[in-house]
């Protein structure tokens, strides 16, 4: 059954990952770096395996787990692991990329031909991924130069050591020259066990995932990658059109058919699959990592990612979008060091001082007023009248009492009266 299996999918895939016309990668295009061999040790453990140094290759990213591998074909035609490496670097969370500035690492399935390879990259050597496929763009995604490049750099790339990429660059240009066309890549945002998909079956990108789980089990099944079409805004895996049909990513589905061999081992290993995800639902595991929450939260980290490229001050970590709908937003503020960062923290000191000029202005005037009206109550105080001595005469005594206007006034001058009268 291996064997019909394999020839089912290596038929489909064949003319995509293992074609025979000559790739156009030219010799010596980025000097030594990009020249460089893959290391004894490495060509020893291919010879080992069945597999040549210029046989086609193929790429698996697991973000969760940090990890690249890179899949050799051996001579039976089935695909192996003949390196893996921990990721320097990619930016973002969990979940694919939606929109130009979300810092978001891709997640699906790409292609990387000859022209996509960078031997002159600012960051050491580089290849794009090929981001966005026919998937993304039907669904409206947005982005650009998504690449795994050297530097371990990076702002929604996968970016890896010098050396590294220095080995990974190595693969891909020699299966060129080798004859292959082009090679696939798959990214995930784990790797796609039982146990994983249960511990993420309430994220909001479950349904994505479990899109591109088709293909990660069927590259699983048969260890030939699948071959990737687009219709109806999503991805179908080995699928054979009808009646010369075409695939469009926006159009309906034509009728398609798939290797009965394919076919019967997916279901076989969907039934596994689901007794193992049941279990899995009932155990402790250890509790999901963050993931994106969709095109709001991107939109957010793009705005962030664009004032921050202009040189703003901005948060320094990137907003996220919480469960409740609320937004969390670092209180540590910062700018990027670059040569718009620079400029912009110029204008911006520029505009302190003038506004610090402005304010020392008013100080300035709102003293030079108190002076004068100092020396104004200054010189009418002078001017008042002074005794022959010299001294100003004390305050007239104030009548607390007066004799003719009170009540107590008049009774006691109508006493005086009586006593005149009568006698005391």
């Given at each position: 059954?291996?064997?019909?299996?394999?020839?089912?999918?290596?038929?489909?895939?064949?003319?995509?990952?293992?074609?025979?016309?000559?790739?156009?990668?030219?010799?010596?295009?980025?000097?030594?770096?990009?020249?460089?061999?893959?290391?004894?040790?490495?060509?020893?453990?291919?010879?080992?395996?069945?597999?040549?140094?210029?046989?086609?290759?193929?790429?698996?990213?697991?973000?969760?787990?940090?990890?690249?591998?890179?899949?050799?074909?051996?001579?039976?035609?089935?695909?192996?692991?003949?390196?893996?490496?921990?990721?320097?670097?990619?930016?973002?969370?969990?979940?694919?990329?939606?929109?130009?500035?979300?810092?978001?690492?891709?997640?699906?399935?790409?292609?990387?031909?000859?022209?996509?390879?960078?031997?002159?990259?600012?960051?050491?050597?580089?290849?794009?991924?090929?981001?966005?496929?026919?998937?993304?763009?039907?669904?409206?995604?947005?982005?650009?130069?998504?690449?795994?490049?050297?530097?371990?750099?990076?702002?929604?790339?996968?970016?890896m050591t010098d050396a590294q990429?220095?080995?990974?660059?190595?693969?891909?240009?020699?299966?060129?020259?080798?004859?292959?066309?082009?090679?696939?890549?798959?990214?995930?945002?784990?790797?796609?066990?039982?146990?994983?998909?249960?511990?993420?079956?309430?994220?909001?990108?479950?349904?994505?995932?479990?899109?591109?789980?088709?293909?990660?089990?069927?590259?699983?099944?048969?260890?030939?990658?699948?071959?990737?079409?687009?219709?109806?805004?999503?991805?179908?895996?080995?699928?054979?059109?009808?009646?010369?049909?075409?695939?469009?990513?926006?159009?309906?589905?034509?009728?398609?058919?798939?290797?009965?061999?394919?076919?019967?081992?997916?279901?076989?290993?969907?039934?596994?699959?689901?007794?193992?995800?049941?279990?899995?639902?009932?155990?402790?595991?250890?509790?999901?990592k963050p993931s994106i929450a969709?095109?709001?939260?991107?939109?957010?980290?793009?705005?962030?990612?664009?004032?921050?490229?202009?040189?703003?001050?901005?948060?320094?970590?990137?907003?996220?979008?919480?469960?409740?709908?609320?937004?969390?937003?670092?209180?540590?503020?910062?700018?990027?060091?670059?040569?718009?960062?620079?400029?912009?923290?110029?204008?911006?000191?520029?505009?302190?001082?003038?506004?610090?000029?402005?304010?020392?202005?008013?100080?300035?005037?709102?003293?030079?007023?108190?002076?004068?009206?100092?020396?104004?109550?200054?010189?009418?105080?002078?001017?008042?009248?002074?005794?022959?001595?010299?001294?100003?005469?004390?305050?007239?005594?104030?009548?607390?009492?007066?004799?003719?206007?009170?009540?107590?006034?008049?009774?006691?001058?109508?006493?005086?009266?009586?006593?005149?009268?009568?006698?005391?």
């Open positions: 059954m291996i064997a019909r299996l394999l020839r089912a999918g290596l038929l489909i895939a064949a003319f995509a990952l293992a074609g025979c016309t000559g790739a156009t990668f030219s010799e010596g295009a980025g000097g030594a770096k990009a020249e460089k061999p893959l290391p004894e040790k490495i060509l020893t453990a291919m010879k080992a395996k069945g597999m040549s140094r210029t046989s086609p290759v193929m790429a698996r990213i697991f973000k969760e787990e940090g990890k690249l591998e890179i899949w050799k074909q051996k001579t039976n035609g089935r695909y192996d692991v003949i390196a893996s490496y921990d990721i320097c670097k990619w930016s973002g969370e969990l979940g694919p990329k939606f929109v130009e500035g979300d810092r978001q690492a891709p997640e699906g399935f790409y292609t990387v031909r000859p022209a996509q390879m960078n031997p002159k990259s600012s960051y050491h050597l580089a290849f794009n991924m090929g981001y966005p496929n026919a998937y993304d763009r039907a669904n409206g995604r947005t982005g650009s130069n998504l690449m795994v490049h050297g530097a371990c750099s990076s702002s929604g790339c996968y970016s990429i220095e080995q990974i660059y190595a693969f891909g240009r020699d299966a060129f020259r080798g004859g292959q066309t082009e090679f696939q890549i798959q990214a995930f945002p784990f790797r796609m066990t039982a146990a994983n998909m249960a511990r993420y079956r309430n994220d909001p990108n479950f349904e994505f995932w479990k899109m591109l789980k088709e293909g990660y089990d069927q590259f699983e099944i048969s260890k030939v990658p699948p071959k990737v079409d687009f219709c109806e805004k999503r991805y179908v895996f080995n699928r054979v059109p009808e009646g010369g049909a075409t695939f469009n990513a926006t159009a309906s589905c034509p009728p398609s058919t798939q290797p009965e061999a394919l076919a019967s081992a997916y279901r076989s290993y969907q039934s596994s699959y689901e007794a193992a995800f049941n279990a899995a639902v009932a155990k402790s595991a250890p509790p999901p969709g095109l709001k939260e991107a939109a957010l980290v793009s705005e962030w990612t664009r004032k921050r490229a202009k040189g703003e001050r901005v948060p320094v970590e990137p907003p996220s979008l919480n469960d409740d709908g609320t937004v969390t937003v670092s209180s540590r503020m910062g700018r990027i060091d670059s040569p718009e960062g620079r400029r912009q923290a110029e204008i911006d000191a520029a505009e302190a001082a003038k506004v610090k000029a402005a304010e020392e202005k008013k100080a300035l005037a709102l003293a030079k007023e108190q002076e004068k009206k100092a020396a104004e109550l200054a010189k009418a105080q002078a001017a008042e009248p002074v005794l022959a001595t010299g001294t100003v005469p004390p305050p007239a005594e104030v009548q607390t009492e007066p004799s003719g206007g009170s009540a107590l006034g008049l009774f006691g001058t109508a006493r005086k009266k009586i006593v005149n009268i009568f006698g005391s």
